[in-house]
């Protein structure tokens, strides 16, 4: 795994945590940061994807957006104006009322506003962010707000939260007539198996993207079998010409999306040195033991589902190029501390081989979740191999996994990663 990959999953890992302390004590102030967490984890998965996925960066999440707007009759949108006018100041309790009078009746308390133009916790002046509570009469629930004008096009802008990593109860997303695209995606919780989230993403072509996220209830549990508002009211909400007012009172983006730019068509092709996603499947599914049985095969994430002897566990490979970057994490893998049932063994070309077993941190060792064997060689390239014990990348439970330490091993040390 690169040090960007190690990144990303820190932040991921720190905002599921804080949504999960969130979870346990109903104080809307943590559930907040929580969410900061995932904007700045957001931020930067999207800017690294959106510069590697090219034409595919709709199947990336990401987020971001630009430019002032004015209403496009039939759809409901904003559409690109020919110049960028200045700035209208809007308090945070003003964006609250414009919210407010797009939501259907009930009762609306503030918990969390930002002031448009004044950089927040996340500490981009581009966007603004509040934490909204709003009960229709069934029920009590969070709700959250983000308008940004950022630098990325509908099609890295709006896109499905990742299933492998996410459950999700269903995502459909619409390319709008105007270019702009709308998402309306449906989540469970990996923890609390009542707690539903709905978010509704709109992004437009030159780059504004505004989010609805709700909740069926409160941070601590949920108190309704559904958030209140549904795929239809979602899409009203978000779509609503009356944002346009906020969108105003932020700054335009410098690298906003330009009217009339082509979109990206090509792809980077991947070098000999680095093997994409679905060669490493090709080339793990060959090696795994003989009688292994495989499904669910995850090009994105490089993953596989694997059962052998009954066993079913999630198996991911990455790769690294040989280089400065793989030698520097090699010396830090020879220099650092070693988690408890993390082993290290060097062979006489140099060639560094890391086994480890943890549970829910990696310091952690019970119950055991997660096994792992990588492979550092002397010229800086690197195979990292990741077992869970469960079908995808969120659901893990305690048991022996489908392959030991030592088979990962055998898998890892394997000649054909070097072909």
Not at 33 to 53: I, T
Request: hydrophobic fraction near 35%.
């Amino acid at each position: 795994m690169s040090v960007e990959d190690e990144f990303e999953d820190f932040q991921g890992e720190f905002a599921r945590a804080l949504r999960g302390a969130a979870a346990l004590a109903p104080d809307t102030a943590l559930f907040s940061l929580a969410a900061g967490a995932e904007r700045c984890g957001r931020r930067r998965r999207n800017r690294r994807r959106a510069a590697m996925a090219g034409a595919l960066a709709a199947t990336v999440l990401a987020v971001g957006g630009v430019g002032a707007f004015v209403g496009v009759p039939g759809v409901g949108g904003f559409g690109a104006v020919a110049a960028e006018p200045p700035v209208q100041p809007m308090t945070a309790d003003e964006v609250v009322e414009v919210v407010t009078s797009l939501l259907p009746p009930g009762s609306v308390k503030k918990e969390v506003a930002e002031t448009p133009g004044t950089p927040g916790p996340a500490g981009n002046k581009h966007e603004t962010f509040g934490v909204l509570r709003f009960d229709d009469g069934k029920g009590e629930s969070i709700l959250t707000y983000n308008v940004e004008r950022g630098a990325q096009k509908p099609a890295a802008a709006a896109v499905c939260m990742d299933p492998f990593q996410t459950p999700q109860d269903s995502c459909d997303r619409t390319v709008r007539p105007d270019g702009s695209v709308l998402v309306i995606d449906k989540l469970r919780d990996r923890s609390l198996a009542n707690k539903r989230e709905w978010r509704a993403t709109w992004a437009t072509p030159d780059g504004t993207v505004i989010r609805i996220i709700e909740y069926n209830g409160q941070p601590a549990s949920a108190t309704r079998e559904t958030p209140p508002l549904d795929s239809a009211l979602l899409t009203s909400l978000v779509t609503a010409p009356a944002w346009q007012r906020v969108v105003a009172a932020l700054p335009a983006h410098p690298k906003a999306p330009k009217p009339g730019e082509p979109p990206t068509t090509t792809t980077p092709e991947p070098t000999a040195a680095t093997p994409s996603p679905a060669e490493l499947l090709t080339t793990l599914t060959k090696l795994l033991p003989e009688g292994s049985q495989t499904s669910a095969g995850n090009d994105q994430h490089a993953a596989l589902t694997v059962t052998f002897e009954g066993r079913t566990s999630m198996i991911s490979v990455s790769a690294q190029p040989a280089g400065k970057r793989g030698l520097d994490d090699k010396k830090s893998a020879e220099e650092g501390t070693p988690t408890p049932l993390e082993v290290h063994e060097t062979l006489p070309d140099g060639t560094l081989l890391v086994l480890n077993q943890f549970g829910n941190g990696k310091t952690a060792v019970n119950p055991l979740l997660h096994w792992t064997a990588k492979v550092y060689y002397p010229d800086g390239r690197n195979i990292l191999l990741n077992e869970w014990n469960g079908e995808n990348g969120y659901d893990f439970r305690p048991g022996q996994p489908a392959f030991s330490v030592e088979q990962l091993k055998a898998v890892v040390m394997a000649p054909d990663w070097r072909k």
